[in-house]
């Protein structure tokens, strides 16, 4: 059985927020100076994971690549506000998708500087967040909650069943299950 929403789904989703967020933001570009890549720019990777019976959880890595050759060394501002702006639009949009939520679990974000080695003019920095993921149950229930304060879902015949709670979004089905 092929899975569905799994955290490389949530990665493609998550890219294309991340796109939204910052599309109206300008920075400088090195442009045809030097043959490294360009940025600024924005790698999304679904980095760390687990899955347990019932639901799992993935920790996106996003890594934000700025740059600035003045010699003030303020290029680390392009990259805040990068960062600020997505981990806004991540808590704006608490369910990414309608696929995947964002985990009661901080939000981290991180200046990359290494002491050994003076990336100047480059900027790094990353962001880690944590997104619920939707896990195959046994035979009988084909569709498990997605965490505590969602609820069960289970399909029966093309008919959907279960208790629901109007202030939180139940997890997605499948295609399989909508169209048999």
């Not at 300008?26 to 890549?37: K, M, T, Y």
């Not at 003030?72 to 392009?78: E, W």
Request: glycine content about 6%; proline content about 7%; charged content about 20%.
């Amino acid at each position: 059985m092929t899975m569905l929403f799994t955290p490389l789904d949530c990665e493609r989703a998550l890219s294309k927020r991340i796109s939204w967020y910052t599309q109206d933001m300008i920075f400088r570009n090195p442009q045809e100076r030097i043959a490294l890549p360009k940025a600024p720019s924005v790698a999304v990777k679904a980095g760390h994971g687990q899955y347990i019976r019932l639901d799992g959880w993935v920790t996106m890595m996003i890594k934000i690549l700025t740059w600035d050759d003045n010699l003030n060394r303020n290029g680390y501002r392009d990259t805040l506000n990068i960062v600020n702006r997505i981990i806004s639009g991540i808590q704006d949009e608490v369910v990414l998708d309608n696929s995947f939520m964002l985990q009661d679990h901080p939000i981290e974000f991180e200046l990359i500087e290494d002491p050994a080695f003076d990336y100047y003019s480059y900027f790094l920095g990353m962001i880690l967040v944590r997104y619920g993921l939707m896990s195959y149950g046994p035979a009988d229930q084909p569709l498990n909650e997605v965490g505590p304060d969602t609820s069960t879902i289970v399909v029966n015949k093309g008919i959907v069943t279960g208790v629901t709670d109007p202030t939180v979004n139940p997890p997605p089905l499948s295609r399989e299950d909508l169209f048999g």
